[in-house]
């Protein structure tokens, strides 16, 4: 399995920008979707966003859907999270997640039991 480890969360303001980034080791990378998921307090896991093993396709929430952009580096192993115009209901830890494989089906790449690599989880605050 690969190991991801997540970085980039922070405090901003409304309106701010963050940009999340995943760092992999271990399997081949580019065996894997890359999910975006996030947890608010006292709510359940929640789907951001995916992006395909080749990087030729992505999909999103609609709660995110043209202000986040999901994008991957084969080379440098990374997959990144670009934030933009946060509110606070953006407010969670952000996970990103890999399922290996060769199955791009949203009803499968948007559950969280899909997935079989973590990270630890990065906290991001957007202030009013």
């Known amino acids: 399995q690969v190991q991801l480890v997540e970085s980039g969360g922070g405090t901003v303001q409304a309106g701010g920008s963050l940009r999340l980034s995943c760092a992999a080791s271990g399997d081949y990378f580019s065996n894997y979707i890359v999910g975006w998921f996030r947890q608010a307090p006292g709510k359940e896991r929640e789907f951001v966003a995916a992006i395909r093993w080749d990087g030729f396709s992505t999909n999103y929430a609609d709660s995110v859907k043209d202000r986040f952009t999901i994008a991957r580096d084969k080379a440098k192993r990374t997959a990144t999270l670009q934030m933009n115009s946060l509110n606070p209901e953006d407010t969670a830890v952000y996970f990103c997640?890999?399922?290996?494989?060769?199955?791009?089906?949203?009803?499968?790449?948007?559950?969280?039991?899909?997935?079989?690599?973590w990270g630890q989880g990065t906290k991001v605050t957007v202030s009013s």
């Open positions: 997640a890999g399922m290996r494989g060769f199955t791009w089906v949203r009803t499968v790449y948007t559950r969280p039991d899909s997935y079989h690599s």
